[in-house]
């Protein structure tokens, strides 16, 4: 299934993409695409059995309708660094012994259009299209990777934006590039994992004002996804309703020769991971 939540900024209300591409109203069926109905099996068989059952959910139009994030209520964001071998290597860095871990608040999360705003005092605001998993089972020290892909709802486009200064120049840990407002942008599905059969096949892409930036494949991954879930789950209980961004491809601006082209207002960024939706951002200053 492709879920969504669709409407003004925190008064979303949940709706399906059907196998038409007709969008579907799912707020007779359920109060909100969150943790709570990721875990309950009954509730997710319900939605499923409505959406093939022709007249049950009304439709939507979708012009002009917003569409936000495709999860409401999420319990914490835990971000991947370095993932990627071919992003390792056009940022100089070594291949990391073990995932590297960095936090973004749900607070920056916004809607797949939403405007991406460039921090006060930003010179190195950059992008990273990556592959968001949303957990939906409670995930407590898991010993296979093959019980961490079990663990997996489903599957989203994400933007880590993040501005490089602030994350590697200032001090402290990464958290203060990554934190800044609307530097997560995500969905705009979120895709039931039935529909995703192997995570570690899927093409990622970002273009900049048109011009593409990157163009990598979630194989290039140096830990896959059920070792992400399996590992982070030694070291946090993970909740339905968590959100992990999994890293991203090389061809960020970061990466590239002098001068580099970080963002500034002004741009557009579009980006898509294949089958899970694409995105588009203006960027404004804050």
């Avoid at 900024?9 to 359920?30: F, H, K, M, N």
């Avoid at 273009?207 to 946090?236: C, D």
């Amino acid at each position: 299934m492709k879920l969504l939540r669709v409407g003004t900024a925190g008064a979303e209300r949940p709706a399906l993409l059907d196998r038409d591409g007709t969008l579907r109203d799912l707020s007779g069926i359920v109060p909100d695409i969150d943790g709570d109905l990721l875990a309950d099996a009954s509730a997710l068989a319900r939605v499923r059995v409505a959406a093939d059952t022709p007249g049950v959910l009304p439709a939507l139009d979708p012009a002009g309708l917003r569409v936000g994030p495709p999860l409401g209520r999420i319990g914490k964001i835990v971000c991947i660094g370095l993932n990627y071998h071919d992003h390792a290597a056009e940022t100089g860095a070594a291949i990391p012994e073990e995932p590297i871990l960095f936090f973004k608040a749900p607070d920056t999360v916004v809607g797949p259009e939403d405007t991406v705003l460039v921090p006060r005092g930003s010179r190195k605001t950059d992008w990273e299209v990556e592959l968001a998993v949303v957990i939906g089972r409670t995930a407590r020290y898991l010993s296979s990777a093959e019980e961490g892909l079990a663990h997996v709802a489903g599957y989203a486009t994400a933007h880590d934006v993040s501005e490089r200064e602030f994350q590697i120049e200032r001090g402290g840990t990464w958290d203060k590039g990554k934190n800044c407002e609307t530097f997560n942008p995500l969905g705009p599905w979120l895709v039931t994992a039935d529909e995703v059969p192997d995570p570690q096949a899927l093409p990622l892409r970002l273009w900049v004002n048109g011009e593409l930036k990157q163009n990598g494949t979630t194989a290039e991954q140096i830990f896959p996804v059920g070792e992400v879930v399996r590992y982070l789950s030694h070291f946090m209980t993970l909740y339905p309703g968590d959100v992990i961004n999994t890293g991203t491809p090389a061809g960020v601006a970061m990466g590239q020769p002098e001068p580099k082209p970080y963002l500034k207002a002004g741009d557009v960024v579009e980006l898509e991971v294949e089958g899970l939706g694409r995105q588009r951002q203006e960027l404004k200053g804050a």
